[in-house]
């Protein structure tokens, strides 16, 4: 009897599932022989990876399918394990949107998406093919280090090519379990080995020699500025998702009742630990009091002056004499910790329900200034549009990553689109909507803002080929 796409599929899945390592068991195979993707050094790692990419790249289109199609049940089958698993290594974020993000990986775009040109004149035809790079060297993120290998996956493999990923410490483990689970479906369904690939244990080193390997045709990371310069340093072609520090304008005249939802939803999502999550909010000086009644009546908590002193004080260290004067940074122990823990810091108490902290501050702040990725946000009242987009501007630090508005002044809009330039730009919605949660948007966990390709598709993954034919071969 024959299988349909979606039976086959599914019958992969589930014989996967049933050889998934059961609770207790070692998450991760040996790194010493390979097993499941899985590599001790960069040599054994790209070399596995170059002869699988030469498998994939012959594959057609719809074999490609099968391979995304697997990638995205297997998030969705185990995106309560793997989440829980992430949670409990990285200790940052919130569960049920760890889970949330990895069954969001059907939005990621695969095969649908790819496409050839032809064009045609007198003298002939041209045929403009997307072809693969080869083999791609990724560095994933602590903040979500198994959507983002899976969305990668499916971008990176669906246009031909083989990743070798390398994991942030401290969310390695979890990365090579799910790869080596995907590996286990993609060779069932294609029967190809280490389409997936990653250096376990992950080092500084690993990556280094990763970015500069031989074998290595292009680099796409997803981070911070440290593992984006490393990257650009290679002498290669390089994808980046870098920072961001998404600045939020409350007009006069926006609906403040759903404003504020939309902030404490997007603020609020894994502890804000997106880079497209809402950091800081200008707000109208005449509405600014309306504004944060609503965003209590959405649940959020505010804190005092002295408690907004309090947690500055706990969550930054600080440049200079230590007088607070110099430039802060954040410390890692608050990253993505759930609103108690900074009330805590705070000298606060709020209900274990409670999602979001905000509190009024200047605009030199430092948690209007600096990327913080906790579930704080500070509000500043400015005085006329003009004024909040200057800040916004200020505050974004030419990233060009994400900023957002409410408002019903649509010239507004326009005008503050124009000024950001950034690569995500939000209308009256959370900042997911971005990414196709609450908007059109499509899915991906690289966002590449510093080199300009945007939210990445397979096709970002690909270069162009163009095959000249002399002579008329045109039907009309």
């Given at each position: 009897?024959?299988?349909?796409?979606?039976?086959?599929?599914?019958?992969?899945?589930?014989?996967?599932?049933?050889?998934?390592?059961?609770?207790?068991?070692?998450?991760?195979?040996?790194?010493?022989?390979?097993?499941?993707?899985?590599?001790?050094?960069?040599?054994?790692?790209?070399?596995?990876?170059?002869?699988?990419?030469?498998?994939?790249?012959?594959?057609?289109?719809?074999?490609?399918?099968?391979?995304?199609?697997?990638?995205?049940?297997?998030?969705?089958?185990?995106?309560?394990?793997?989440?829980?698993?992430?949670?409990?290594?990285?200790?940052?974020?919130?569960?049920?949107?760890?889970?949330?993000?990895?069954?969001?990986?059907?939005?990621?775009?695969?095969?649908?998406?790819?496409?050839?040109?032809?064009?045609?004149?007198?003298?002939?035809?041209?045929?403009?093919?997307?072809?693969?790079?080869?083999?791609?060297?990724?560095?994933?993120?602590?903040?979500?280090?198994?959507?983002t290998m899976a969305s990668n996956a499916v971008n990176v493999l669906a246009a031909g090519n083989v990743p070798v990923f390398t994991a942030h410490p401290a969310a390695a483990k979890i990365a090579a379990r799910a790869l080596q689970a995907m590996?286990?479906?993609?060779?069932?369904?294609?029967?190809?080995?280490?389409?997936?690939?990653?250096?376990?244990?992950?080092?500084?080193?690993?990556?280094?020699?990763?970015?500069?390997?031989?074998?290595?045709?292009?680099?796409?990371?997803?981070?911070?500025?440290?593992?984006?310069?490393?990257?650009?340093?290679?002498?290669?072609?390089?994808?980046?998702?870098?920072?961001?520090?998404?600045?939020?304008?409350?007009?006069?005249?926006?609906?403040?009742?759903?404003?504020?939802?939309?902030?404490?939803?997007?603020?609020?999502?894994?502890?804000?630990?997106?880079?497209?999550?809402?950091?800081?909010?200008?707000?109208?000086?005449?509405?600014?009091?309306?504004?944060?009644?609503?965003?209590?009546?959405?649940?959020?908590?505010?804190?005092?002056?002295?408690?907004?002193?309090?947690?500055?004080?706990?969550?930054?260290?600080?440049?200079?004499?230590?007088?607070?004067?110099?430039?802060?940074?954040?410390?890692?122990?608050?990253?993505?910790?759930?609103?108690?823990?900074?009330?805590?810091?705070?000298?606060?108490?709020?209900?274990?329900?409670?999602?979001?902290?905000?509190?009024?501050?200047?605009?030199?702040?430092?948690?209007?200034?600096?990327?913080?990725?906790?579930?704080?946000?500070?509000?500043?009242?400015?005085?006329?549009?003009?004024?909040?987009?200057?800040?916004?501007l200020r505050a974004e630090h030419g990233y060009r990553h994400t900023a957002l508005i409410h408002t019903s002044n649509l010239r507004h809009v326009t005008e503050m689109a124009r000024a950001m330039n950034t690569t995500l730009f939000v209308h009256?919605?959370?900042?997911?909507?971005?990414?196709?949660?609450?908007?059109?948007?499509?899915?991906?966990?690289?966002?590449?803002?510093?080199?300009?390709?945007?939210?990445?598709?397979?096709?970002?993954?690909?270069?162009?080929?163009?095959?000249?034919?002399?002579?008329?071969?045109?039907?009309?």
């Amino acid at each position: 009897m024959s299988l349909n796409r979606e039976q086959l599929v599914a019958t992969i899945v589930e014989e996967v599932l049933a050889r998934l390592p059961k609770a207790g068991a070692p998450a991760v195979r040996s790194a010493k022989s390979g097993a499941g993707g899985a590599f001790e050094s960069v040599d054994e790692a790209v070399s596995a990876a170059t002869e699988a990419q030469k498998k994939v790249a012959a594959l057609g289109l719809e074999e490609r399918g099968l391979i995304v199609d697997v990638i995205r049940t297997l998030c969705t089958e185990n995106a309560e394990e793997w989440g829980r698993a992430e949670l409990e290594e990285t200790k940052i974020g919130r569960l049920d949107h760890k889970i949330e993000k990895l069954r969001f990986i059907r939005k990621v775009l695969g095969v649908e998406v790819m496409r050839a040109e032809v064009r045609t004149d007198r003298t002939g035809a041209s045929i403009i093919e997307a072809a693969p790079w080869g083999v791609v060297a990724m560095a994933l993120p602590a903040t979500h280090s198994a959507p983002t290998m899976a969305s990668n996956a499916v971008n990176v493999l669906a246009a031909g090519n083989v990743p070798v990923f390398t994991a942030h410490p401290a969310a390695a483990k979890i990365a090579a379990r799910a790869l080596q689970a995907m590996n286990r479906g993609i060779e069932k369904a294609v029967g190809i080995e280490n389409a997936l690939v990653t250096v376990f244990p992950p080092s500084i080193e690993a990556t280094q020699a990763l970015f500069r390997h031989p074998g290595v045709a292009l680099i796409c990371v997803t981070g911070g500025p440290a593992v984006v310069k490393a990257a650009m340093q290679a002498g290669k072609r390089v994808i980046a998702a870098g920072p961001g520090n998404p600045p939020v304008v409350v007009d006069p005249c926006a609906d403040l009742a759903l404003a504020a939802r939309h902030v404490v939803d997007g603020a609020s999502f894994d502890n804000n630990l997106l880079c497209i999550s809402e950091k800081e909010l200008f707000v109208a000086e005449e509405i600014a009091d309306d504004f944060m009644a609503a965003l209590r009546r959405c649940g959020a908590v505010a804190l005092d002056a002295r408690q907004i002193d309090a947690l500055t004080k706990a969550a930054f260290t600080f440049d200079g004499d230590g007088t607070g004067c110099g430039r802060a940074h954040v410390k890692r122990d608050f990253v993505g910790k759930d609103p108690s823990v900074l009330a805590e810091a705070a000298g606060a108490r709020v209900p274990a329900t409670t999602q979001l902290l905000f509190g009024e501050t200047g605009e030199d702040h430092p948690f209007v200034q600096e990327e913080q990725m906790m579930p704080f946000v500070p509000v500043v009242r400015v005085r006329g549009f003009e004024r909040a987009v200057e800040a916004s501007l200020r505050a974004e630090h030419g990233y060009r990553h994400t900023a957002l508005i409410h408002t019903s002044n649509l010239r507004h809009v326009t005008e503050m689109a124009r000024a950001m330039n950034t690569t995500l730009f939000v209308h009256n919605g959370p900042c997911t909507a971005a990414l196709g949660s609450g908007g059109a948007g499509y899915l991906s966990y690289s966002i590449a803002t510093p080199t300009g390709e945007g939210v990445t598709t397979p096709l970002t993954f690909t270069r162009q080929r163009q095959l000249s034919i002399g002579g008329a071969l045109r039907f009309i």
